[in-house]
């Protein structure tokens, strides 16, 4: 497995924006396909969005399309959510999943490698 740590989590108003970061460390980056999902109190555990080992194919929740943006840097072993147009639902603690050997998948139970989270809080 890969050890993940996510950063970048914080208070900002509705509106604004928020870049997530999760460093991977432990195995060979470029052959995991990373994800971002997220978890409200009471709520379950929601895929926001993925990006494959293979083609960099870019993969959204429907909640956070044409607002969040997923990308990788192979060279940090890093992979970043940028997070536009921020919605007071939007509020969650965000995780960084890691797994290898699929495109994506929006179960969290299919992947193995997790971050610890990071609070995101949107303010009204």
């Known amino acids: 497995q890969v050890q993940l740590v996510e950063s970048g989590g914080g208070l900002v108003q509705a509106g604004g924006s928020l870049r997530l970061s999760c460093a991977a460390s432990?195995?060979?980056?470029?052959?995991?396909?990373m994800g971002w999902f997220r978890q409200a109190p009471g709520m379950e555990r929601e895929f926001v969005a993925a990006?494959?080992?293979?083609?960099?194919?870019?993969y959204y929740g429907d909640s956070v399309k044409g607002r969040f943006t997923i990308s990788r840097d192979n060279a940090k072993d890093t992979v970043y959510l940028q997070m536009d147009s921020l919605k007071v639902e939007d509020t969650a603690v965000y995780y960084c999943?890691?797994?290898?050997?699929?495109?994506?998948?929006?179960?969290?139970?299919?992947?193995?490698?997790w971050g610890q989270g990071t609070q995101v809080t949107v303010s009204s």
């Open positions: 432990g195995r060979t980056f470029s052959s995991y396909s």
């Open positions: 990006i494959s080992w293979s083609s960099g194919s870019t």
């Open positions: 999943a890691a797994e290898a050997g699929f495109s994506y998948s929006s179960r969290p139970r299919q992947w193995r490698s």
